[in-house]
């Protein structure tokens, strides 16, 4: 019964007719698999077992979570989707407590591993831009307590601990060679990198050239944030180049942690996206520019493609949203990010269900290279401190590039960069 109420309701029938009618594309091959993040501040949305059933038919095999919901970690039981959850910011002071954060996964975690397959925790989001010295401080010993959780559930193997971060960490993230963390931050971002390093897990960043385009529409190129592999820029010290705003920050991110020492640790794109509608303060916020971003985005990353900086290594990324969220505070943008509306019906057709490849297509596999080594190096030797550039005093911080003049470094001059 429960399986023919499903098959019955709007939103199941509008996901599937768009998988089975899409005119610009087809199905996705098995084995295929793209990452999402799967948002809940709202009060419309699908039950976990019709996005479930979303998922599966678009065969994401991805998804990221902001809580631990129960009703979603069930729902997701036996579906083969990897799941990252989240430890909200107001708990992880309490989960500095190595007996509350033994706690904590013995609720929000074990009871569902391994049926629902569980591969990531955050614990918090974006906490090192939060404006609370405490919040920050207590964070890395409430990783160190929740991996220490999993060890002794002998379920460290499977799941790695780590926490999203906003752009706004980095002093310095144009052009991308010159990427650094702020100074005032060195004493927690270190130990959190250490313990990055020392488990395996990767560096999560909420990146979003949306923002920078809107704060500057005449300085930043709507082409260069949207992918046209025609604009772009040249990093004046690595001479590699960027047609892509979102690569050269991901990079910035990868030679700001390679300067203190970790250019082992994996940086992956825990949020990208772009609203369909905001304010008219909003600039650039449309159906038209969300879908050339996404659309762009997926295509590139059905070619495997890595950053500049790391080729050979797939970048992966978790799309931001699968829906639009009317509860979210903040302007019209904030609740306009979703693929899809809450009643099923599309914002807008990136041909999500059809981006298909003869080899396994995934925004969000583990990293690997083509002689199937599992990582890619960045080395940076006897690096003096950056030149001091203008600071971006924004929520996030981006990378310039296109029309933007390059700024003078002259006295930085032993910038030394082995990749392999």
Known sequence: ??????????????????????????????????????????????????????????????????????????????????????????????????????????????????????????????????????????????????????????????????????????????????GSFKPEMANLVVPFLQFLAATKSPFWINAYPYFAYKDSPAKVSLDYVLFNPNAGMVDPYTRLRYDNMLYAQVDAVIFAIARLGYGGVEVRVSETGWPSKGDPNEVGATVENARAYNRNLLLRQIRSEGTPVRPNQRLEVYLFALFNEDMKPGPTSERNYGLYQPDGTMVYNVGLAALTSSASVSLTSSATRENGETMNRIHVMRLPPCPNTTKKKQQRQYTGGGTKAIESFATWIALRVIIR
């Open 1 to 178: 019964m429960a399986v023919s109420i499903l098959l019955g309701s709007r939103i199941v029938s509008m996901f599937l007719l768009f998988n089975l009618f899409s005119s610009e594309f087809g199905f996705l091959r098995p084995g295929s698999s793209l990452g999402i993040n799967y948002g809940q501040v709202a009060n419309n949305l699908p039950s976990p077992e019709q996005v479930r059933l979303l998922l599966t038919s678009l065969r994401i095999t991805k998804t990221r979570i902001y809580d631990t919901n129960p009703g979603v970690l069930t729902a997701f039981a036996n579906t083969g989707i990897d799941l990252i959850v989240t430890v909200p910011n107001e708990a992880v002071g309490m989960m500095m407590d190595p007996r509350q954060a033994l706690q904590w996964v013995m609720t929000n975690v074990q009871p569902y591993f391994p049926a629902t397959k569980i591969t990531g925790i955050s614990v918090g989001n974006e906490v090192y831009t939060s404006d609370d010295p405490t919040l920050m401080s207590n964070l890395v010993p409430a990783l160190l307590s929740i991996h220490s959780a999993l060890v002794q559930l002998d379920l460290d193997s499977y799941i790695h601990v780590s926490t999203a971060n906003s752009l706004a960490v980095l002093e310095n993230s144009y052009p991308p060679s010159m």
